[in-house]
């Protein structure tokens, strides 16, 4: 695959959506430009000759390219796209010098019609396009919940506020019992399902919502091990030369995730007789958490 092309690909098409959104005076970011310009590919279809020039990989977030990535780093550090609150725009300069003509889309017209139809609805593209990523595309089914049920709720205090136990941990199982049968997935499986029985142990004795704050953290990582499978699982061809590394991270990943789980269920062990216990993670495993959440925020 001639990678250089695909750089120049992503360059076009991504000047092309921000304008886009610089008409529309959408600000987003750029984890959602990401999937923006995934949809369109998507939308033009494996047949098109730019299918295989816009490489992605399902990741943490959903489908993620490090060319878009790279590309968008690019422009930023030309000060091209400026910073609010974490969504992304275009300055005024760099709109008028990106909207004057794009190669690609006055070749690929298509691509002006899908880009309006992703952003034809502001409310619903707000509200419900990144699940509908989820819904349309994701490789299995159940990483929708896991992702926005289980793994958000620990991020966000209004899903909390409304989290009822049984629900969670419904929710849980079916994601435990839906998960695929891979020999790189098999350490991963056995620390998840030992994360539920303690879960499932805790709501038992009505210690659930009482014990969230260390709930947390085990949770958390499962997803994001879970992510670091699913793009060994799913990815472009692009990225093959990656595989190796990406072996070696989940291995890691699994070891931090078994450490995380063996303390919680340490830790948990005198819940049931005192209650105001404290987790003691090491701090390979903190920074390790806390550097991935904060690359996502900074992003």
């Known amino acids: 695959m001639n990678k250089s092309k695909s750089h120049d690909v992503v360059n076009d098409l991504l000047k092309f959506v ?39 990989y399902w990741y943490e977030h959903g489908p ?18 400026q910073y609010s609150s974490h969504t992304v725009f275009l300055d005024d300069e760099s709109f008028n010098e990106f909207s004057q003509g794009n ?37 299995f089914r159940f990483m929708h919940p896991f992702k926005y049920v289980l793994y958000e709720t620990t991020r966000d205090d209004e899903l909390f506020s409304s989290l009822v136990p049984d629900n969670y941990l ?25 994360l539920f029985s303690r879960l499932e142990l805790m709501n038992d004795e009505n210690q659930f919502l009482n ?16 992510a670091r499978w699913v793009r060994i699982h799913d990815h472009d061809a692009f990225y093959n030369e990656d595989v190796i590394s990406w072996k070696s991270e989940l291995e890691n990943y699994i070891k931090i995730l078994n450490n995380s789980v063996g303390k919680f269920e ?12 404290a987790p003691d993670y090491d701090s390979f495993e903190d920074k390790m958490i806390n550097a991935t959440i904060g690359n996502y925020l900074k992003d």
């Open 18 to 56: 921000l304008c886009e959104l610089k008409e529309k005076n959408m600000s987003i970011s750029h984890f959602r430009i990401q999937k923006s310009i995934f949809k369109i590919k998507m939308e033009l279809g494996q047949d098109h000759p730019l299918f295989d020039y816009l490489p992605f």
């Open 64 to 81: 993620f390219s490090k060319v878009v990535s790279k590309e968008f780093r690019q422009l930023k550090s030309n000060n091209c796209i």
């Open 103 to 139: 190669d690609l889309v006055d070749k690929y017209p298509i691509i002006n019609s899908i880009s309006d139809g992703i952003f034809a609805d502001s409310n619903s593209f707000f509200n419900k396009f990144d699940e509908d990523i989820y819904f349309d595309y994701a490789p």
């Open 170 to 194: 419904n929710v849980f199982y079916d994601c435990l019992s839906d998960l695929p049968y891979d020999n790189l997935l098999v350490d991963f499986s056995v620390a998840f399902s030992r």
């Open 211 to 226: 014990n969230w704050g260390y709930i947390i953290r085990p949770v958390q990582l499962s997803w994001l091990t879970f």
């Open 266 to 277: 340490d830790k948990t062990e005198n819940i049931f007789n005192n209650s105001s216990y």
